[in-house]
């Protein structure tokens, strides 16, 4: 009789534990300079986008699907972090950009985070965590999210 049930039963365990620890210190992190972790996840893509971007694609790049995009993004907009505004093309569509004032929260964020970063992975060798990406690669390749409704 095979271990593998047993294995990948650990090996979710794992992962999960792990992922929770990892989610904790980042929503500490953000907490400490008054933001949600999807708050920041929403400031993070629209600084990388470097222009514009429609409030659906905002939510196709989240790192966790955000069924409340709208409301979320509102949020911020209130704390003047991001400005929305209608596309001239299509007037159903809304604009999403990040102010000056979010991108000086996430240039506060920038040190802290890397140090963050390091305090939870630097201590493993690129190599490790080379692989590791390419693990976690693997196992969400595998996932089929309709299904886990996620």
Not at 22 to 49: D, P, W, Y
Not at 88 to 101: N, V
Not at 107 to 118: C, I, K, M, N
Request: aromatic letters at 2%.
């Amino acid at each position: 009789m095979s271990s593998q049930p047993n294995k990948a039963k650990e090996a979710t365990i794992a992962l999960l534990r792990t992922a929770s620890v990892v989610k904790r210190s980042f929503e500490a992190l953000m907490h400490q300079h008054g933001i949600t972790l999807q708050q920041f996840n929403v400031l993070r893509i629209l600084r990388g986008a470097g222009e514009t971007l429609p409030t659906m694609e905002v939510a196709a790049r989240m790192i966790e699907p955000e069924p409340g995009i709208t409301r979320l993004i509102g949020r911020l907009e209130k704390k003047q972090f991001v400005r929305r505004g209608k596309c001239k093309q299509d007037s159903r569509r809304m604009l999403c950009a990040i102010t000056p004032a979010g991108l000086e929260v996430l240039s506060r964020l920038d040190g802290p985070l890397v140090a963050l970063e390091a305090q939870l992975l630097g201590s493993m060798p690129d190599a490790d965590l080379d692989t590791l990406i390419s693990l976690l690669e693997r196992a969400r390749s595998h996932v089929d999210c309709g299904a886990t409704g996620t």
